[in-house]
């Protein structure tokens, strides 16, 4: 689904289900030119997850236990070219990380656009949690990052996190992979461990793994008290061809 020149604004306590079809456009929230400005709150977050998640929501597809959710089962959210400040503020997003194109979409991509993150969760992503990427500005505050193939993927873009839970990553907690615009800002997080992140800087870190071009000094030693969300209603989307 795309959004241009628009923009979404949804009430607190939605839920949004979706599913993924290989190499296509279902199951995405595409962004251009509009906006994405969602604020949930802490009792009743906005949820983006999975149509077979019946955590949130309910059984939604009715099937019971039958199917379960797993990473990948829909693509992601996706913020391009001349999107203006985007912001999201109590918000889940699970179990992203369709195909598209030949690679895993992002929880986030964000690509020559802005996006602030405060208060959320990004975790279960087959990819990365949030993907920032030529000339993109991202900020990701008070977040669990967890459970991804990488928690934050960023090229040639302005990263910064801070206060976050950066943890249970399968690659890396930090994955930089080019810093023509500096390195990525990631002092006072949590990586799953009191002796930091692993990386030949930190002997004896055994955290979450990052790459150069992070500062993560100093680190947290105990993990931040985050979300614990509930939710009490359902939007669902669910495009078909």
């Known amino acids: 689904m795309s959004f241009t020149g628009g923009g979404l604004t949804m009430l607190p306590g939605a839920v949004v289900k979706l599913k993924g079809v290989s190499n296509g456009t279902l199951g995405a929230l595409r962004f251009s030119g509009g906006t994405f400005n969602v604020a949930g709150t802490s009792s009743d977050p906005v949820v983006f997850t999975s149509l077979l998640d019946d955590n949130f929501g309910g059984d939604t597809n009715n099937n019971g236990s039958a199917t379960l959710p797993a990473k990948s089962d829909w693509h992601g959210i996706r913020l391009f070219t001349a999107s203006a400040v985007n912001s999201v503020d109590h918000v889940i997003v699970r179990y992203s990380g369709a195909i598209n194109a ?24 087959g990819a990365a949690g949030a993907y920032a990427e030529s000339g993109a500005s991202l900020r990701i505050l008070n977040t669990d990052v967890k459970n991804n193939f990488d928690g934050v993927r960023a090229s040639n873009s302005n990263v910064l996190l ?31 461990s009191a002796s930091g992140p692993t990386h030949a ?15 993560y000094t100093p680190y947290l030693g105990t993990e931040p008290s985050n979300i614990l969300p509930s939710v009490v209603s359902v939007t669902l989307l669910d495009p078909t061809p």
Do not use: K
């Open 102 to 125: 030949g690679t895993p979409d992002m929880s986030f991509y964000v690509q020559n656009s802005t996006l602030t993150v405060n208060n959320s969760e990004l975790s279960q992503g």
């Open 162 to 192: 801070s206060n976050c839970s950066i943890s249970g990553n399968t690659s890396r907690g930090v994955n930089v992979v080019s810093a023509t615009l500096g390195p990525v800002q990631a002092a006072f997080n949590w990586w799953g």
């Open 201 to 215: 800087g930190n002997p004896g870190g055994t955290g979450d793994s990052v790459t150069n071009n992070v500062v």
